[in-house]
């Protein structure tokens, strides 16, 4: 093997491991060796950070004693691990298109594969730490510095097995008929998938954390029931001399040498010839005029048909994979980790509180509405996706307002049935009383349809329809300082607000007078923003 060759064909497979991390750092004007670099401190940074992170959270067990946690952890931290692997190896091994550049070139294809394996390795080594923290914490605390060095060992066998088995995974995978077919829908699943793997296991394990740390400040924490497919790891790592860790050794290198085997002979060949049998896309001359609109005129004969065919267009809008997962994870994630961090606890219960508190509870399910807004949602964008087709809607002989307002509802609808799922799910697991949860999911439905007008107003005075990435639209106006500002700005006005209310209708008399007053307060200022909105917008000649 070249491996000048294997080093240039490393640093060009970076850039596609994650579109979205490329995307950001080519936007702060970096390229070529900058452009490596910067995505190399980046995966370095982040397998730091993962590392101390995890391994904080297993100090408090005694690992070695508790094989039950020992197999739990196992099998979140390879999700997180496998989630990263399996997006990478799609993006890196067909995503890239790069075989038909490549092979005419004097290129050994098995430099091209391992140059591929390589990089893909190397990112999704840093989300594998947490593995290498549990077996080296397990292993010292065992035997000593024999148990660190069985880890170790340990590790590299398992993020070799990981590597193995996601890339023959995904062989399979895109060669079959449903992957062909709805080739858009599946690299949208491919690219939200680590995303929400990782994020699973991180909650996952906040929630497994919190309730551990408790058990062990009572002195009564219980091991979990032992999953037999991890106990020869756990046996290589606390009895070397055993007879499952006797057993593991030459059983982990055989099923190495095997999958190895089949990924030389079959899934490398495979991956070559699936992509050298695709054919080229056809430039297209123009963008389609959309479908759902282009007969207008006999859609404007029923305001019931437009609507529905406008919704249709809508709809097809959001098809776009990295609107959703950013979406989701300002949405989501990033109020969710902000709001409870490390503090999530499964023990929470709410059945006690009495309907006293139903003004309380509207203006959570208010401000929970606000801090899932952000540039990244789908009414901060949703105009400015329309591109040039919002040129061919505004010549149609159909009113703007409408079809703007259609536009808005549609959005907001989706907003509010997102959102209302996650507040129903969050409830039942907080055990909240049912006329409570009516009152926060009567708050968050108000709120969202009035904050939502000033993100939707904000797209349509900073109106983008040149954008070749998504990720320009979420830059507008502040980008990401206004996303974490205003994020922070909600989270804290709003905890302070609540507390406020909790705190009136605990020590006022007349508990109905209280949420009455509460909620007459939080109707008029809604009004007066809606009143604001109708001016500035909705009524104004700048849709008219």
């Known amino acids: ?230 106990t020869p790891v756990f046996d290589a790592l606390v009895h070397p001399i055993s007879l499952g860790s006797l057993l593991y050794w030459p059983l982990s290198l055989l099923v190495l040498a095997a999958l190895y085997m089949v990924i030389q002979k079959r899934t490398i060949p495979k991956m070559f010839e699936l992509q050298l049998s695709e054919s080229p896309a056809k430039p297209k001359s123009a963008r389609k005029k959309p479908n759902a609109i282009r007969s207008s005129s006999a859609a404007a004969k029923s305001s019931k048909s437009l609507s529905k065919q406008l919704f249709h267009y809508n709809l097809g809008l959001l098809k776009n994979p990295t609107l959703w997962m950013q979406g989701l994870i300002n949405a989501y994630i990033m109020p969710f980790a902000m709001l409870f961090g490390v503090n999530m606890s499964t023990s929470i219960n709410l059945s006690w509180l009495p309907l006293n508190y139903f003004a309380a509870f509207f203006l959570i399910g208010c401000f929970f509405a606000l801090i899932t807004i952000s540039p990244a949602s789908f009414c901060s964008l949703i105009i400015s996706l329309d591109r040039e087709n919002y040129a061919y809607i505004t010549s149609l002989p159909m009113s703007l307002e409408y079809y703007l307002r259609m536009k808005f509802y549609f959005v907001v609808g989706l907003q509010t049935l997102l959102n209302t799922l996650v507040l129903t799910i969050l409830s039942i697991i907080l055990h909240i009383p049912f006329l409570l949860i009516v009152s926060l999911l009567l708050g968050n439905l108000l709120a969202q349809y009035i904050y939502s007008q000033f993100y939707y107003y904000r797209d349509f005075r900073l109106l983008n329809l040149n954008w070749t990435s998504i990720s320009q639209l979420y830059t507008r106006g502040g980008g990401s300082w206004l996303t974490v500002g205003l994020l922070v700005g909600t989270i804290l006005g709003g905890a302070i607000i609540a507390a406020i209310a909790f705190l009136l209708l605990t020590i006022l008399p007349l508990p109905v007078l209280v949420n009455v007053v509460l909620i007459a307060l939080t109707l008029l200022v809604f009004w007066l923003v809606e009143r604001h909105y109708q001016k500035v917008f909705w009524k104004s000649s700048k849709i008219h």
């Open 1 to 230: 093997m070249n491996f000048r060759q294997i080093k240039t064909l490393f640093k060009i497979n970076l850039l596609y491991v994650n579109p979205q991390v490329t995307e950001q750092s080519r936007r702060k004007i970096k390229r070529g060796k900058k452009l490596s670099n910067s995505l190399l401190l980046q995966y370095s940074l982040v397998g730091i950070i993962y590392l101390l992170l995890f391994s904080v959270m297993m100090l408090t067990i005694d690992l070695p004693k508790y094989p039950g946690y020992f197999g739990m952890y196992f099998i979140l931290y390879l999700v997180f691990a496998g989630s990263q692997a399996f997006a990478a190896f799609h993006n890196v091994m067909y995503e890239s298109k790069d075989l038909k550049d490549l092979l005419p070139l004097p290129i050994a294809s098995s430099s091209i594969f391992f140059a591929k394996f390589l990089t893909v390795t190397f990112t999704v080594v840093p989300y594998a730490l947490p593995l290498l923290s549990l077996f080296l914490m397990t292993g010292f605390r065992a035997t000593g510095i024999i148990g660190m060095i069985l880890a170790i060992l340990v590790f590299l066998i398992t993020i070799t097995l990981l590597m193995e088995v996601c890339i023959w995974l995904i062989s399979l995978i895109v060669q079959t008929d449903f992957f062909q077919r709805y080739k858009k829908t599946a690299n949208a699943i491919l690219l939200i998938l680590p995303t929400v793997g990782s994020m699973g296991a991180y909650f996952l394990l906040i929630l497994q954390n919190n309730s551990q740390s408790d058990a062990i400040m009572a002195g009564k924490l219980a091991d979990r029931p032992i999953i037999p497919f991890f």
